[in-house]
Structure formats: structure tokens, C-alpha cells
């Protein structure tokens, strides 16, 4: 399968810095990337679907300007966390969709753990 | 609103067993459907994925969809104790939704030797 790497793979961070997590997909390219968030024993929650080259699109209740999302190039979307706070500490998952193929599979880095103090 | 359900679970089996694991989705237009399985403190990992009415089979893994019934199935021959995970079905909506994945909350197996 395809390869999604994210750096850092766990952070801690004092409450009001800013925080920047990167996805990569490693050996395919992806026009699209999906950023999500995932809390201890809950579901994945998507945050934002982020395309090459455009603004991303952010789901219901996630602030925009928060979440700063930039998806520069079609192996490289960055997810930056601004002013975080403890109640931002989550596990942070990217996914991307390659181009190739048209079977709209997506695959998962192995997340960046935040923790916020 | 579009939704995604996974029979609840937790789902136990001993090794060896066959474990089946369901899965209804309410949007008739979707396109493709998937099955994750995620490890506790992981990221989701995809195993399958199925775009036709069928069976499709990986190894020890086969994966079911009825689109007339609204339903996708993965079954796990001779299950071992790695297999225990949490399964997450995903079906994709298709191009309208930008290729976004709706989720079920998963179903936690536990395999036991």
C-alpha cells in the first residue's frame, strides 16, 4: 500500500505557542489530503480535506484560522495548531488520496500525538 | 445526513474462528467502501476495499457489499490474536462530497487464543 509519513510523530507544546505537524505521502502524490482528530476511545473526526494548489475546506466547527492548513505541493500538506490550548491535545491523523488509480483509497500516516500543557 | 453504522460490538471470537463484522450506510449514491482496522493508540490502516457488488477476497480476509441492501461485510478466517483491533467501516460518497470518508464508530474484536 501506500506510504504516509508525519513529523513529529508526538509533540508537547506550552499552552498559547503554535505547533506545525507535516504529512507526507512518500511514494505516491495526492491532489487531496484529509486532516483529522481523534480523542482517547472516540471516533476520527474529520477537521478539513485540503487540495493541492487551493484553500482547504474545514468541516462544521473547526475554526479555520485555528487550524491553519497548506497543502503546498502534491506530496506535502502542513497542519498548524496556533495559540494551543490544553483542550487541543488530541491525536492528529493526516490521510492522503493519490491521484493515480481512481480507486479513492485513502491512506494514513501514523499520526502526531499533541500534547498541550 | 449521511450515516454509517457498525454493529456495535465489542465482538469476541477464539482463535481460530471466523469473525464477522457488519455494516449498513444510509447514502444509496455511494461509491466505494472500505475497511480500516486500527490498533489502540494507532492510526488506521486500510485492509480492504470494494467498489462492486460481490465478494472480494484478500488472504484471510474477505469483504462483502450489497448495494441493493445497503450493506458491506468483512469476514476474517482463522482469526488470530493480532486481529484484535478496532474495524472501521468507511464508505466513500463520491465526488460531490470531495472523496470525504464517512466513518462508522468501528467495532473493537477481540481474538482469544
Known amino acids: 500500500g501506500a506510504v504516509v509519513s508525519q513529523h513529529p510523530s508526538w509533540v508537547i507544546c506550552k499552552s498559547g505557542t503554535s505547533v506545525k505537524i507535516e504529512c507526507r505521502s512518500l511514494?505516491?502524490?495526492?491532489?487531496?489530503m484529509f486532516w483529522y482528530r481523534q480523542f482517547p476511545k472516540q471516533s476520527l473526526m474529520l477537521m478539513a480535506t485540503s487540495n493541492e494548489g487551493s484553500k482547504a475546506t474545514y468541516e462544521q466547527g473547526v475554526e479555520k484560522d485555528k487550524f491553519l492548513i497548506n497543502h503546498a505541493s502534491l506530496t506535502l500538506s502542513t497542519l498548524t495548531v496556533t495559540s494551543a490550548h490544553p483542550e487541543d491535545s488530541s491525536f492528529y491523523i493526516c490521510s492522503g488520496m493519490p491521484v493515480a488509480g481512481g480507486t479513492h483509497e485513502q491512506y494514513f500516516g501514523p499520526g502526531t500525538r499533541l500534547t498541550v500543557t | 445526513q449521511k450515516e454509517v453504522e457498525q454493529n456495535s460490538g465489542p465482538l469476541s471470537v477464539p482463535e481460530g474462528a471466523i469473525a464477522s463484522l457488519n455494516c449498513t450506510y444510509s447514502?444509496?449514491?455511494?461509491?466505494?467502501f472500505f475497511w480500516y482496522r486500527q490498533y489502540s493508540g494507532k492510526s488506521p490502516e486500510l485492509i480492504m476495499s470494494i467498489y462492486s457488488n460481490g465478494d472480494k477476497e484478500d488472504g484471510r480476509f474477505t469483504a462483502q457489499l450489497n448495494k441493493a441492501s445497503q450493506y458491506v461485510s468483512l469476514l476474517i478466517r482463522d482469526s488470530q490474536p493480532s486481529d484484535s483491533a478496532t474495524y472501521l467501516c468507511?464508505?466513500?460518497?463520491?465526488?460531490?462530497?470531495?472523496?470525504?470518508?464517512?466513518f462508522g464508530k468501528g467495532t473493537l474484536l477481540t481474538v482469544n487464543p
Open positions: 468507511a464508505v466513500n460518497p463520491g465526488a460531490g462530497s470531495n472523496y470525504k470518508l464517512t
Open positions: 511514494d505516491f502524490q495526492a491532489t487531496t
Open positions: 447514502d444509496r449514491g455511494s461509491q466505494s
